[in-house]
């Protein structure tokens, strides 16, 4: 177990450890080493470019360099190769995890979410974390979660009034949040969920600026870096004393938050004590499930609202579904907003030995994957792809590599059922209770590594009478 007298200590070298500006898996790739085509800008602003304007820089270049191309990117102009293909995201996905490393692709991650974060571990270190966390996440503690989420998600509808025009990323980001804070880190104490709030908050709002500068550290003396070092401090401190807290609760056994599952991970009859999860340990896996679970959901549902609400037919269908316990569709139109609005734009490997990818023989040290917002958008993989309709997902699985919002292979997103569950949830009690009607359009806006609505996806809501 690790001592909690000096979490400052623990945060300080959590920071020096996690540094991302290093060797990308320990290679650097010469700069004739032949790759696929792209541009020739200097490599700050192709990452800018990629960062900031991802939705325009992405189609750019596939529509440019066809569907392969490379990107250079601080720091070095380090080579990262973007797929568009499925047979290729296939590829990728089922690459041997000991050559395409997850984590060193994810570096950039490192410093918030920690070490042993399931996004930043490679080979069997990521074997084991998983193997210990999945159960936490299967059918039967969905079900158990599901009532929890319809309860706050009721309370979170009930408080919007009749007639309000609002921004509704804000609110499903409120909801979402409470939602980590309640069911997964099992928080209901109202004084820690309110120190709690805000710390998690600023994790969440932290600018692409703010990533790059970890790698920095006397930026972590000023501004805005010194404000998000700080905040990690203190959210470190608040995590750690949850965590020592819950070991010693006497309810343990019969709690089902999921830092309570995990708390008891190896602690059974039978089980093996180096099963047993650290603290730091824990705190890394809740903060990876915060950053990976909060925004990315609430953007989806978001999304969905406003589409709904500029749409009647699909709007009436919702109400239905919801009335009737319909979960398929409303699952569709979850996955449908996935689609048409990614949150995330693409998902990366670091190889660290070389690797044969669409017929392409790629050194060790080039970072591959497939680009989300290009493939959701490719006209021969979904008809009429910038229409929003449900329809696609009902009764059928989208083929392998063509819906990959949670990634895939065997480093698929391990909450990837919760969010689909957390999103079913919302939208019924939602639809059970208002009717929405879209105020104005929205566009996506890069914020820290997701896309959220410009405008916040702004709605009207109406509320319906109870028969």
């Given at each position: 177990m690790t001592a909690l007298d000096d979490v400052s200590a623990l945060t300080s070298e959590r920071l020096r450890r996690t540094n991302p500006v290093g060797g990308a898996g320990g290679a650097r790739v010469p700069a004739d080493v032949a790759l696929p085509p792209g541009p020739r800008w200097p490599a700050l602003a192709q990452t800018v470019a990629l960062m900031r304007f991802r939705h325009w820089f992405h189609p750019w270049l596939h529509r440019t360099y066809g569907d392969t191309f490379t990107v250079r990117l601080l720091p070095g102009g380090r080579p990262l190769v973007l797929f568009t293909r499925p047979e290729h995201t296939k590829e990728i996905f089922a690459g041997d995890p000991e050559v395409f490393h997850a984590g060193k692709g994810n570096a950039i991650l490192g410093p918030v979410m920690g070490l042993h974060s399931l996004l930043l571990q490679d080979g069997a270190e990521h074997q084991r974390a998983r193997k210990l966390i999945m159960p936490a996440f299967n059918g039967a503690a969905l079900k158990g979660y599901a009532d929890l989420v319809g309860d706050l998600a009721r309370d979170e509808v009930a408080h919007w009034p009749d007639g309000a025009t609002f921004r509704s990323l804000d609110r499903m980001n409120a909801l979402t949040l409470e939602v980590i804070l309640r069911v997964v880190f099992g928080v209901t104490d109202e004084a820690r969920l309110a120190a709690l709030r805000p710390r998690v908050t600023e994790v969440i709002d932290i600018s692409p600026v703010v990533l790059l500068g970890w790698g920095y550290p006397r930026l972590q003396r000023h501004g805005v870096w010194k404000r998000a070092t700080d905040n990690q401090y203190e959210l470190d401190r608040l995590m750690l004393a949850e965590i020592r807290e819950r070991r010693e609760?006497?309810?343990l056994a019969e709690r089902s938050d999921v830092l309570s599952r995990l708390v008891r991970v190896g602690s059974g009859p039978g089980d093996d004590?180096?099963?047993r999860l650290s603290d730091v340990e824990l705190r890394d896996q809740l903060v990876t499930l915060l950053l990976a679970g909060h925004e990315t959901t609430a953007t989806a549902l978001a999304w969905a609202l406003l589409e709904l609400?500029?749409?009647?037919?699909?709007?009436?269908?919702?109400?239905?579904?919801?009335?009737?316990?319909?979960?398929?569709?409303?699952?569709?139109?979850?996955?449908?907003?996935?689609r048409l609005h990614p949150v995330i734009p693409m998902v990366v490997r670091t190889l660290v030995r070389p690797a044969t990818i669409g017929g392409r023989d790629l050194p060790r040290g080039?970072?591959?994957g497939?680009?989300?917002?290009?493939?959701?958008?490719?006209?021969?993989l979904f008809d009429d792809p910038d229409r929003f309709d449900p329809e696609r997902f009902l009764g059928r699985n989208p083929a392998t590599g063509t819906w990959i919002p949670f990634g895939g292979g065997v480093r698929r997103c391990?909450?990837?059922?919760?969010?689909?569950?957390?999103g079913v949830e919302v939208l019924r009690e939602v639809f059970r209770a208002v009717d929405v009607t879209a105020a104005g359009d929205d566009v996506p806006q890069v914020r820290n590594i997701t896309s959220v609505p410009r405008r916040g996806a702004r709605v009207t809501v109406r509320r319906r009478q109870q028969r």
């Open positions: 609760a006497s309810d004590p180096e099963d609400g500029r749409h009647p037919n699909l709007h009436a269908r919702t109400v239905r579904a919801a009335a009737e316990g319909d979960d398929a569709w409303l699952e569709a139109v979850v996955k449908e907003s996935m080039v970072t591959v497939p680009s989300i917002v290009v493939t959701h958008q490719r006209g021969d391990i909450g990837a059922g919760f969010s689909l569950m957390e």
